[in-house]
């Protein structure tokens, strides 16, 4: 058996592989959260610099307000779609069909559009290239 496959981290090859897994843009292997998605109460906690290649993750001061536009952009697809889910499956409901609804479902969205709102920012508006390790 060879030891050294078990040991050598994940690579995410693709872009859009790296943003799904949360992986650094640089790298592709280091994580950029510090928890598994499911831990809800520490969801937003972050590594400061990438385990693997030592990058900085937020690349310049205040460099995470820029992905609050991209979990904007979220918030508002994740509204129109589940407004047109209820309006064609529960027959157009009084306004309060839409309100609940959609705003339990956003709330619980929360954790995952603030991390994928914050990888999706890193990688496509950083200007870090990837450079895979050796
Ligand atoms: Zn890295």
Same mark, same amino acid.
């Given at each position: 058996m060879n030891d050294s496959k078990i040991l050598k981290p994940k690579v995410a090859h693709s872009r859009l592989q790296a943003i799904i897994e949360e992986k650094c843009p640089r790298c592709r292997q280091g994580k950029m959260f510090e928890y598994p998605f499911l831990r809800v109460d520490k969801f937003d906690k972050m590594h400061e610099f990438c385990p693997v290649c030592n990058l900085r993750f937020e690349v310049e001061p205040g460099f995470w307000y820029g992905a609050?536009? *991209?979990?904007? &952009?979220?918030? $508002? &697809? !994740? !509204? *129109? /779609? !589940? &407004? /047109? $889910?209820?309006?064609?499956?529960?027959?157009?409901?009084?306004?309060? &069909?839409? *309100?609940?609804? *959609?705003t339990v479902i956003s709330l619980l969205a929360v954790p995952f559009n603030f991390r994928l709102s914050r990888s999706v920012f890193i990688h496509l508006f950083s200007f870090v290239k990837y450079k895979p390790q050796e």
């Open positions: 609050m536009f *991209i979990s904007y &952009g979220f918030s $508002v &697809g !994740l !509204l *129109i /779609v !589940l &407004g /047109v $889910v209820i309006y064609w499956f529960f027959n157009d409901p009084p306004i309060m &069909g839409y *309100i609940i609804p *959609i």
